[in-house]
């Protein structure tokens, strides 16, 4: 799959077993396995993925799936509220759910021997919730508080902000938790409608890894989810327009909180390795340009670091920082400073290869946690349409050079739009500083 269009269906390949014990299976109906067996844990981490976010939404229902997210816990037609929650408690386990811009996921860790019960569960509450209208309307409330509260958080709000303000008007630019307006206006038949159109194949997927084997989990996807009809994979791919964007929210804060970003990679990219070790080396930790020039050197902020985010056909790279008003118009020319010196010199051998040591390290550390492999998988699977060995994963960053960074960098800092996004006690004279 490369970076552009409609995503490849989620796998139909024959089972194979991988070097490492990944397996790569499809159920019955159609619905992808992947089951990482570890016979040395005592503990399955598995998930339920929806190949559908905030993206696939109207704008007039922005953040549905988020609500039917937090709805489904709310009572089945063998468990009410209160059940399902009695229940996750006793499992000892722990039993989430979340919405992203491209995809909602069902999760749960727990002993191995618990498996079969909490699958039950989690596959009882995605199709056979019975939202009740008392419940609607209170989770509907608790939603809004949901989105007070991110108001409240600066530095979780200017993110929040971002995607609107570089995406203006497209599907990505849509907030997942909807906003107050479109939150009021979902109606408990819209939730419904959601559930019926995407909780099904081709959009599903079943990802687990721990101690669990491939035929155990295969049989537990066929006996919950082997009878479900058929769906239509579809996606729409709206042209995306950006253009240098400066966007001001003042609000009486202590801090003046802002984001710088350009465009970035998506996730199939093959260059995603080169812009992980790139981010790490401008702002992905203590030794990074940006904090040792910012934080350590100058001492303009607490809080600096540079971000990625990556999407079926694009993806952002930018750099948030949270500094005193009167900070503001010099951290602003230090951090051009640092953009424009990532270009004049360059990562060298050692930078890179710090920053690749700590990939390495956390890569490798991640393996032996069920429920990072079993993430790691189903994105993998999503947006590659393969999950990764840990040999082919450990390649891949061992592959990264000094001079592959570096071109990257050259592409994505010199070309694209950027958007500049400012949130508290901003000036219409710092306003004016904040050009691109």
Request: charged residues 25%; aromatic residues 8%; proline residues 4%.
């Amino acid at each position: 799959m490369t970076g552009k269009g409609a995503p490849a269906a989620i796998g139909t390949a024959a089972a194979a077993v991988a070097a490492d014990g990944v397996i790569d299976s499809t159920a019955v109906n159609g619905i992808p396995v992947i089951c990482e067996t570890n016979s040395f844990f005592r503990s399955v981490s598995f998930g339920i993925w929806i190949n559908a976010g905030s993206r696939d939404e109207t704008a007039e229902k922005a953040g549905l799936f988020h609500f039917l997210e937090h709805l489904v816990f709310k009572g089945t037609l063998r468990r009410d509220a209160r059940s399902i929650n009695v229940e996750i408690d006793e499992l000892g386990g722990h039993v989430d759910a979340f919405t992203t811009r491209e995809y909602t996921c069902y999760s749960a860790h727990v002993l191995a021997e618990n498996l079969e019960q909490t699958f039950d569960l989690v596959a009882d509450i995605m199709l056979n919730s019975v939202f009740p209208d008392d419940e609607v309307e209170r989770e509907r409330h608790v939603i809004l508080e949901e989105i007070k509260m991110g108001e409240d958080s600066p530095a979780e709000n200017i993110f929040d902000q971002l995607y609107p303000t570089r995406w203006s008007g497209h599907p990505l630019g849509r907030l997942i938790t909807g906003t107050v307006g479109t939150v009021k206006s979902i109606t408990k038949k819209d939730l419904q409608d959601a559930r019926e159109r995407y909780y099904r194949p081709p959009f599903m997927l079943v990802t687990a890894s721990g101690g669990v084997e491939i035929g155990a989990l295969a049989q537990l996807v066929d006996k919950y989810f082997g009878g479900l009809p058929q769906g239509i994979a579809s996606r729409s791919f709206p042209e995306l327009v950006t253009k240098n964007t400066v966007n001001v929210i003042k609000r009486p804060l202590e801090q003046a909180h802002l984001i710088m970003a350009g465009p970035g990679l998506s996730m199939a990219d093959e260059r995603r390795n080169e812009l992980a070790i790139l981010n790490t080396v401008l702002g992905g930790g203590a030794s990074s340009r940006l904090f040792q020039k910012i934080r350590e050197e100058m001492g303009l902020a607490y809080s600096i670091h540079s971000f990625f985010d990556q999407f079926v056909e694009t993806g952002i790279f930018g750099v948030y920082v949270a500094c005193s008003p009167q900070f503001l118009e010099k951290m602003w020319t230090a951090l051009h400073g640092e953009l424009s010196r990532l270009l004049k010199e360059p990562p060298g051998e050692e930078e890179v290869a710090r920053a690749k040591k700590m990939h390495l390290r956390g890569l490798k550390m991640s393996f032996e946690s069920p429920s990072s492999r079993m993430y790691q998988m189903a994105s993998q699977k999503m947006y590659l349409n393969t999950a990764l060995t840990h040999e082919e994963m450990i390649s891949e960053i061992e592959d990264v050079t000094p001079e592959k960074v570096n071109g990257l960098a050259e592409g994505i800092l010199k070309d694209g739009a950027y958007t500049v996004l400012a949130l508290g006690p901003i000036s219409r004279w710092k306003k004016a500083k904040l050009r691109v």
